[in-house]
């Protein structure tokens, strides 16, 4: 059984910055790819980044590139999303997950198999 657990949500005021973590048990994290989705009230679950076992690899949605950074530290089984110039569309709560798939799209959110129970972003005007 693997739990993914997140932390570093709050509130911000629009311009500001937060960095969440998601720290993970098992001893395999490095073999899998990591993501970082959000919901927002209303809204359905949405990728935002994900990273590679290995560290390699990032990928964003276009809404965050420039400004989200995804990392990893295998040594600390921990995944990182440094959030820069926030807005109020940022406002979600945001989750990590765990891949298990190698198929190409990771975005694609069936491909993802454990998730953490979130961490509430706000970003106020």
């Known amino acids: 059984q693997v739990q993914l657990v997140e932390s570093g949500g709050g509130l911000v005021q629009a311009g500001g910055s937060l960095r969440l973590s998601c720290a993970a048990s098992?001893?395999?994290?490095?073999?899998?790819?990591m993501g970082w989705f959000r919901q927002a009230p209303g809204k359905g679950r949405e990728f935002v980044a994900g990273?590679?076992?290995?560290?390699?690899?990032?990928y964003y949605v276009d809404s965050v590139k420039g400004r989200f950074t995804i990392s990893r530290d295998n040594a600390k089984n921990t995944v990182y999303l440094q959030m820069n110039n926030l807005t109020p569309e940022d406002t979600a709560v945001y989750y990590c997950?765990?891949?298990?798939?190698?198929?190409?799209?990771?975005?694609?959110?069936?491909?993802?198999?454990?998730w953490g129970q979130g961490t509430q972003v706000t970003v106020s005007s």
């Open positions: 997950a765990r891949r298990n798939a190698v198929l190409p799209n990771v975005s694609w959110i069936g491909t993802y198999d454990y």
């Open positions: 098992g001893r395999t994290f490095s073999s899998y790819t």
């Open positions: 990273i590679s076992g290995n560290g390699v690899n990032t």
